[in-house]
């Protein structure tokens, strides 16, 4: 069984606080809102380290995946192993290809009021994070998101973007974790089925129903 995939899940889910943001946010505010108004719906490659808290082990991984507002996503991973994480917006579907194994979930508060939620609903960051712009060089900004619930299991996440849309995703969780995504071959005028989004379960295929 692929293990990073626990750990994606783990990063990229929580749960949110609300806060008043402090005036010196708005410019790191006004980048944010201006590089993901163009992301209702995209699609790319990416590629995927996981590096230990010593440095020492790295888990690569490659894959695919789409995005649609509202809370729709599909992450594929391909290498080293298949798998799919899959949402419609209403039910989480975790496919593991090698087990013949689906564990299916509604998607509740956890999934939704998220780092995930980042990309859906991008007028609610403020309210969750401590917003800082790191670094603009040309057409290429760092942003860096700080969860103001510090028992969300991840310290921050740092946004890439250049024109081309969100071409990387850094997370450093609580246990000094560090996760990168990289994002190449984007797609900002991608045209998506919303049927895409729901898992067809295979023949054969172990289904596992989970409660939040």
């Known amino acids: 069984m692929m293990s990073n995939i626990p750990v994606l899940i783990r990063l990229l889910f929580g749960l949110i606080v609300c806060y008043v943001p402090p005036l010196y946010a708005l410019d790191a505010q006004t980048h944010l809102q201006n590089h993901l ?13 996981i590096i230990d808290i010593d440095r020492t082990k790295v888990e690569p ?7 649609k507002r509202p809370g729709k996503f599909i992450w594929s991973y391909q290498e080293p192993y298949e798998q799919e994480i899959i949402s419609n917006g209403e039910q989480l579907w975790i496919y593991d290809k090698d087990l ?10 956890q999934f939704t009021q998220t780092p995930i939620n980042i990309l859906d609903d991008p007028a609610t960051i403020i309210k ?18 700080t969860p103001h619930n510090k028992e969300l299991g991840f310290n921050y996440v740092i946004l890439i973007f ?3 849309g969100l071409i990387g995703m850094e997370i450093y969780d609580a246990f000094d974790h560090y996760n990168s995504l990289s994002f190449v071959n984007i797609d900002l005028q991608a045209s998506l089925n919303d049927n895409i989004f729901a898992f067809e379960t295979p023949q054969g295929v172990d289904v596992i129903h989970a409660s939040e």
């Open 37 to 49: 108004q163009g992301l209702g719906s995209f699609t790319a490659d990416f590629s995927q380290r």
């Open 61 to 67: 991984s490659t894959g695919s995946m789409s995005f």
């Open 100 to 109: 013949e194994q689906v564990t299916v979930r509604p998607v509740g508060d």
């Open 128 to 145: 969750q994070y401590e917003v800082e712009l790191l670094s603009e060089r040309g057409s290429e900004v760092e942003i860096q998101l």
């Open 162 to 164: 250049n024109h081309t």
